[in-house]
């Protein structure tokens, strides 16, 4: 019995260490993705000090499963511009205030957004730009994005309303990204190892039956 409670014990330790194993997933730009491009003029965020470098119409990937949480920072501009996560909508210029956040999960790939522009038309979406299929070429709408922190971005949208003004504040969306744990493969090779012994143990026990 003495061994039993043992292996019992070693067992559920490894299996804690598997539950606290460091999680691996990134968020990051797609590799082969983007246009560098500056800031210089026009930008009314605060938080972001003109000059400043970010990059047109890269792809977020995430490189495995996880959730995220889109945080609304924003705008200034004459057009309605929409922010849309996963089909739903999560953010409209003439509605949405500052601070409000929208949740998606993802198991790994490129992130499914999208951001709308209805260019001054009853069309909300008569420019969609997806994050899924951007475009092949540079247009006078794009994307910025800025990375912040690990897993972490700025999601800056221009909708072209000022003959290309790029100052990127007409829409702004902080994206983070937190990954779901995985336990390391050294770890699970020892909890498979450590219940293999309960079990082994288990069978040893002698039966005890009654008199």
């Known amino acids: 019995m003495r061994h039993f409670k043992l292996s019992l014990a070693v067992a559920m330790a490894l299996l804690g260490s598997a539950s606290a194993a460091q999680a691996v997933a990134v968020l ?23 000059p400043f470098p970010l990059l047109l119409d890269g ?5 495995g499963a996880g959730a995220l ?13 929409s922010f849309v996560a996963g089909g739903n ?33 009853g069309n909300l ?4 730009w997806n994050n899924l299929a951007p475009p092949a070429s540079l247009q006078s709408y794009s994307l910025g994005l800025i990375q912040e922190a690990p897993n972490q971005f700025l999601l800056l ?11 990127h504040d007409d829409l702004g969306v902080r994206l983070t990204f937190r990954a ?19 079990g082994v143990t288990r069978r040893s026990q002698p039966s005890r039956s009654g008199s």
């Open 180 to 198: 779901t744990a995985v336990p390391e493969p050294g770890t699970l090779a020892l909890l498979s190892l450590g219940l293999l012994g309960l």
């Open 89 to 121: 909508l999560c953010f409209r210029t003439t509605s949405s205030s500052v601070g409000a956040t929208c949740y998606a999960t993802t198991s790994g790939g490129d992130v499914d957004f999208q951001v709308w522009s209805n260019l001054g038309t």
């Open 125 to 128: 979406s008569a420019v969609v």
């Open 28 to 50: 990051q730009i797609k590799a082969g993705t983007g246009t560098p491009s500056t800031v210089t003029s026009g930008n009314d965020f605060p938080f972001l000090v003109e």
């Open 59 to 63: 792809v977020l990937e995430t490189t």
């Open 69 to 81: 949480t889109y945080q609304y920072v924003g705008y200034e501009a004459g057009y309605v511009n």
């Open 157 to 167: 949208w221009d909708d072209s309303g000022a003959q290309q003004d790029d100052n």
